[in-house]
């Protein structure tokens, strides 16, 4: 009996080493386009890593060629989850429009990437001008 007690103490304590507690992110694709001449592709995804967590919102960007990576390309990240829709000016202009991010939300974005100009229209961007954060 001591045996089994002591088992399951040990088991049990192991048990959180070898089964993490929180769960894993979960990333979700909301949409993708391609640039005009098909080399690149803009993402927006949402990053969900539970119930203590708030959601996360980033545009990623990547060659065509590559598969997507959450981890990688990333040239946006707002806290929530607000509508965010991207177009393509050209080839190498790559338009973000999100109306409903404020600047405090805005953890990270880039005014470029691999040659590509990125422009954040949001409610504290003026359309058009890229960001200064």
Known sequence: MKKLILFILI?????GCVFP????????IKGE??????KYIATVFERNCGATAPFVTYVNLRASSAKFNSDEGIVLVVKGQPKIHLSWK?????????????SSEIYEQQKSWNGVQIFINSATVPQGRHSGL
Do not use: F, H, K, M
């Not at 088991?11 to 048990?15: A, E, I, N, Q, Y």
């Not at 386009?33 to 098909?38: A, D, K, L, Q, V």
């Not at 050209?90 to 404020?102: A, G, K, R, V």
């Open 11 to 15: 088991s049990s304590s192991l048990g």
């Open 21 to 28: 507690l929180a769960p894993p992110c979960e990333d979700t």
């Open 33 to 38: 386009t391609r640039s005009p001449n098909g």
């Open 90 to 102: 050209d080839s190498t202009s790559l338009q973000i429009e999100c109306p409903e991010c404020n």
